[in-house]
């Protein structure tokens, strides 16, 4: 059976994407098959990995507005075990239309049912909003991942979050978990970073991920070469990181 | 006569915030009558000046949607030269209903019109979608300013953003200049980032500003402590950067 997890956040740049892309990775080389489902228009999974428009046919649009079946639109990248679904939104109109159809909160949960015995984990890469597109993911997710960099703006905007979080959870799906807070990008070196880590363990203590994603160079390059950043270098801070997340995943699911 | 610049990217955390509040802080030192308006559900300018929920009675969600006059959410922070309206969105529910109001697109155009001769400058910090909110921005403002790292997935979104300008533009507003590309966050020490805003300046020669941010942590420490960072400390090079790009737009204005 398979685990659905939402990675989201209303605050821009907080590395949804990076995390998306490289937990799932590390999750599909431990051996766990995996589904990467992007819903941001702006289509960052296809971009780290070089699709380019011309070799997407479909993606959750066309599964989203026409109709088209999910399995159409999934994507082999050549990596065992990890598959992606592209957003696939050409301009402005088509964004539109997209978000308008998604307010029918219950319609991802519904595309997603029909293929989640196919995997042990869905990734949904959401983007930087609380609209209809998130709330169908949260509608949709069975647990929720909320990085957040150690930054003024980020810790700001996580109380508000966790709080919309929660109403919509209520609402829409009570079952809905979260997973955990994922500090992303710290740097060491930054004092003011160390005091907003020091913030968020004691406010949200027990939902704080043990794994920190570090600052680290190879993450940001790892997509200008097609690749997430464990094929780019196994041995980088950020694919070392990565990992710990997915055995920190994995073995928390076990728990359960 | 005022001059409404919008400040937008799809792309989340490339600066659009620290870029309104830092460019507006400037242009009022240098003697121009500013007003900063907020048009993200995060609400990060009222976080910028700590203006809590408690002190904010009405925001641009209730100029829009309760219609309630402009000049009623116009709020004084107490520094010359420089007013600001805040988002003033509490929840999911409210930010569904902002949206759909935002679906009428010259409807902030309208509400600006009213205040425009009291300003010399009306900068639009906007979310980071192209959605309604964002059409609504583009459709009010004479002139844009892009915000963008010197990283992989905002350089590949820029343009797929320009052409979707170019489509709004031409249905919503024709007068719409391009003020610039600004280059944020530069890190010297990084080759990835010198071989980007090489890649910049050769593909959008005319169009990137001079003027370049470079990742300055008092920039990222100001918001904390509730000022603009020329507040914090006037000769970081934070504040000189923003400084010389406060310069640079009232010379460009001249020129015309
Ligand atoms: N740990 C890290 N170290 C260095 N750079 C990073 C790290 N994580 C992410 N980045 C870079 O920071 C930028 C923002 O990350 P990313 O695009 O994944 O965030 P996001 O939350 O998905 O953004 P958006 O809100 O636009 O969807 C990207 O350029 C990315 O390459
Ligand atoms: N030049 C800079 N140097 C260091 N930190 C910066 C700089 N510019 C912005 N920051 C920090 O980077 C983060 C992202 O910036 P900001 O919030 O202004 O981006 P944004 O585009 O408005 O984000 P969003 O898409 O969420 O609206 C913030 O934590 C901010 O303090
Ligand atoms: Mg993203
Ligand atoms: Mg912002």
Redesign the pocket.
Known sequence: MSEVIAIA?Q??????????VNLGTSLAILGQRVLLVDL?P?G?IAANFHLEDINVEYGLFDVIVNKIPLALAICDIGLDNLEIVPTNIKNEEEEINYFTHALQVRLLKGILSKIRKEYDYIIL????SLGTVTINALTAADALLI?VQPEYFSLKALGKFLRSIKNIGKKHNPQLKLKGILI???DRRLKRSKAIIGELQYSFKNIVFETI?????K??EA?AVGKPVALLDMSSP?AV?YFKLAEEIINSRNRR
């Open positions: 956040s605050k821009g740049g907080v590395g949804k994407t990076t995390t998306a941001d702006q960052s890469d959401c983007p930087p990085p992303t990008m710290f994603i570090p600052r680290n160079s993450l940001a997509p950020g990181a």
